[in-house]
């Protein structure tokens, strides 16, 4: 079965600051979807970037990018400039594509989650 | 465009009660999917359902648990009788036919069960 490990339950980092949250992962497909969803307190779930595995390019989105290494298994999210928006929950998922393919199966299995504390 | 809204966002019940949790996906969304998350731990796949059908329900926990999704459009997911280990947010998420890996959450439904 595919896990998710998410080893840091909390981090913190300065107002402008650079933060890196990890995230390893455990599978024996090859073609598979990897996610990184952020939640605010009380708020929904919202995806913050998302990367294929058959893609080598690291996935970004303005200020959050991901260092992607496939034979590693790693997946971690690098946040710049960090901003006080930025505090939430960090969920690290992963999505295979076995059960993807021709399908419309959207098992996601998620890590335990890492929480961001933006310090002024 | 609405986003999936879940009701209640928070409810305290005794254990032994039962508790109705309620989402409404985005219009149009063939697929919708329960999550849990037990404090702590990994948010966790619950079941799946394509339009009013269930297309996977392997992780439903046991019997105490029934998702509906009458007419494909809201769901409801009971809990009858509660337990204490049935604590913690359940999450609600849709997607459009053929796009799972798509899929937008609501804010959760967080249960505590005393």
């Known amino acids: 079965a595919q896990t998710v490990t998410q080893s840091q339950p909390e981090m913190s980092v300065q107002e402008a600051e650079t933060v890196t949250l990890s995230c390893t992962y455990d599978t024996s497909e090859s073609d598979y979807y990897l996610f990184w969803y952020k939640q605010p307190p009380s708020r929904q779930m919202i995806l913050v970037i998302r990367?294929?595995?058959?893609?080598?390019q690291n996935a970004t989105e303005n200020r959050f990018s991901v260092n992607f290494q496939k034979a590693a298994k790693s997946f971690s999210l690098k946040i710049s400039d960090s901003q006080l928006g930025d505090a939430a929950m960090y969920f690290c998922a992963y999505l295979g594509t076995l059960v993807n393919r021709g399908s419309t199966l959207g098992r996601l299995y998620f890590g335990r989650g890492t929480q961001l504390t933006v310090w002024p | 465009e609405a986003g999936v809204t879940q009701f209640p966002s928070h409810s305290v019940i005794e254990k032994g009660q039962t508790v109705t949790l309620r989402c409404d996906p985005i219009s149009g969304h063939d697929n919708l999917y329960w999550y849990r998350r037990v404090m702590g731990k990994e948010i966790k796949f619950l079941l799946h359902?394509?339009?009013?059908?269930?297309?996977?329900e392997s992780g439903m926990p046991n019997n105490r648990f029934l998702a509906e999704r009458t007419g494909g459009t809201y769901s409801t997911l009971k809990v009858q009788p509660a337990e204490l280990e049935d604590s913690g947010v359940y999450f609600c998420a849709s997607s459009p036919q053929g796009w799972a890996n798509v899929l937008t959450f609501g804010a959760g439904s967080r249960l505590t069960v005393l």
């Open positions: 990367q294929e595995a058959y893609k080598q």
């Open positions: 359902f394509v339009k009013e059908s269930k297309q996977d």
